[in-house]
């Protein structure tokens, strides 16, 4: 009898621990040390927190219970510090003065490729403002630096929009496709549909297109853009 009790309650206490996730993070970034950071992650359409805990020594942790894979972030008050993948297992947070990195997932993998290769095309960008200085101290008139900084922003651009719309498309899904989609929009001064986004809802899955934010978000941007079709009408 003993014997069974005691396999059942095994059995509960594995269950108990099958939707646990552990965070164990170090940082570098010295503006850290001592803040709270916040783990918050997108339940449905609204942001809850599930976890939080101080910068000791540079180093911190989570833990708590997620029933299904979410989209995550790290903030600090209401600033926001790293997107991650939240999922029941271990993972391991690196936050670095120049780039932050999470493994022990392959969605994290995926997701922070990704981050390196737009933050690649984003330093490529930056550099283009003091190319322009470069540019003028070299004597080179101002016709020409504008129409070749025009072209080459064009052309980072269009990579941009290449990698976004690759990997939001290349995972509709799972999280990573609405996450992204979720980052990318969140800049907006307010819901419209662009050439980019009209790509992306092109072939979208029906699981994608259901997705709470995606799908309010594309309910107001056509409103949104009848609007505005009414207006220059």
């Known amino acids: 009898m003993r014997k069974v009790l005691y396999f059942f309650g095994a059995m509960l206490a594995l269950a108990s621990c099958a939707d646990n996730f552990q965070v164990?993070?170090?940082?570098?970034?010295?503006?850290?040390?001592?803040?709270?950071?916040y783990l918050k992650a997108f339940v449905?359409?609204?942001?809850?927190?599930?976890?939080?805990?101080?910068?000791?020594?540079?180093?911190?942790?989570?833990?708590?219970?997620?029933?299904s894979v979410v989209m995550a972030t790290l903030y600090v008050g209401d600033e926001c510090v790293m997107p991650l993948v939240l999922e029941t297992g271990k993972l391991t947070v690196d936050i670095g003065e120049a780039e932050q990195n999470v493994t022990g997932s392959e969605l994290n993998d995926s997701l922070f490729c990704f981050i390196k290769k737009k933050t690649v095309i984003d330093k490529q960008m930056n550099e283009l403002y003091r190319k322009e200085s470069r540019m003028i101290?070299?004597?080179?008139?101002?016709?020409?630096?504008?129409?070749?900084?025009?072209?080459?922003?064009?052309?980072?651009?269009?990579e941009t929009d290449a990698l976004v719309t690759k990997f939001i498309t290349s995972n509709y899904d799972?999280?990573?496709?609405?996450?992204?989609?979720m980052i990318v929009t969140s800049g907006m001064q307010y819901p419209v549909l662009t050439p980019q986004i009209e790509q992306i809802m092109l072939n979208a899955t029906t699981r994608f297109k259901s997705h709470p934010y995606v799908e309010e978000y594309i309910s107001v941007a056509e409103e949104n853009m009848e609007k505005l079709n009414t207006v220059e009408e």
């Open 24 to 37: 164990k993070g170090l940082s570098s970034v010295h503006y850290l040390e001592g803040k709270t950071l």
């Open 44 to 67: 449905g359409d609204k942001l809850e927190e599930m976890d939080s805990c101080k910068v000791v020594h540079g180093k911190f942790s989570f833990s708590g219970n997620v029933d």
């Open 137 to 158: 101290m070299d004597g080179i008139d101002h016709e020409t630096i504008v129409t070749q900084l025009n072209e080459e922003a064009r052309v980072l651009m269009e």
């Open 174 to 181: 799972n999280v990573l496709g609405p996450g992204v989609f």
